[in-house]
């Protein structure tokens, strides 16, 4: 089964400094991967996805991620942190191929932003 | 387009009680699926349908019923609740696999006591 590992569960960062959110997906055939952030008391809404076209995959709200085979990663950047952007966010993998559905979750990452 | 709606917002039970969360969505998505998010432990899954009529077990079902009699509606049953059941419920749906992201409600938090 697919598997997710985010390291680190607590970020912190300054505004303005770069924010680097770690995942890593178990498996030897590329999955579908996918970024979710949540807010307080909310849902979880889509940050970005990656769709093979292209290693580099920009989302919303400034954030983009990049797409490793070799390091089986899919790691999260914001070049310059904002004070809003202080949320949970969450890596998720999703079995290529056939008719899977199901996605798995990781831990989630909690993010701070100080001013 | 409301989404995917859940409710209640909030819910308390006691210990041996059981109750439905509701979960309905108007998107015409075919897959359907509840989550629950505890602290540390990310979001696990539950149940999840693709189809009216077609469920299956997720990584941490016991405790728990579902039904799909419809396309928009995917109800989750407590059977007899009990305080290991506290957490934050989510119903997301999407219109199908591969690419095709989820989409959630807003989440329902239940207490047991």
């Known amino acids: 089964a697919q598997s997710v590992t985010q390291l680190g569960s607590h970020v912190s960062v300054s505004e303005g400094a770069l924010v680097l959110l770690r995942c890593n997906y178990s498996s030897s055939v590329p999955p579908y991967l996918f970024w979710y952030v949540q807010y307080p008391n909310q849902g979880l809404q889509l940050l970005l996805k990656?769709?093979?076209?292209?290693?580099l995959v920009k989302g919303i709200n400034g954030f983009e991620a990049e797409f490793k085979k070799s390091e089986t990663s899919f790691h999260l950047t914001k070049p310059s942190a904002h004070m809003s952007d202080a949320a949970e966010y969450f890596c998720?993998?999703?079995?290529?191929?056939?008719?899977?559905?199901?996605?798995?979750f990781g831990k989630g990452t909690l993010l701070t932003v100080n001013p | 387009n409301a989404g995917v709606t859940q409710t209640p917002k909030f819910q308390v039970l006691k210990t041996g009680q059981s109750m439905t969360l509701q979960c309905a969505q108007d998107m015409n998505h075919e897959y359907m699926s509840w989550y629950r998010q505890d602290p540390g432990m990310g979001l696990r899954l539950i149940h999840y349908?693709?189809?009216?009529?077609?469920?299956d077990q997720g990584e941490v079902p016991n405790g728990y019923n579902v039904s799909r009699s419809t396309t928009e509606d995917f109800p989750l049953r407590l059977l007899s609740a009990a305080p290991s059941q506290t957490s934050v419920y989510f119903c997301?749906?999407?219109?199908?696999?591969?690419?095709?992201?989820?989409?959630f409600g807003n989440g329902t938090r239940l207490t047991v006591t």
């Open positions: 997301a749906s999407s219109p199908g696999g591969g690419l095709s992201p989820l989409h």
């Open positions: 998720a993998v999703r079995e290529s191929g056939g008719s899977n559905y199901k996605l798995t």
């Open positions: 349908s693709v189809g009216a009529g077609i469920t």
């Open positions: 990656y769709t093979s076209a292209a290693t």
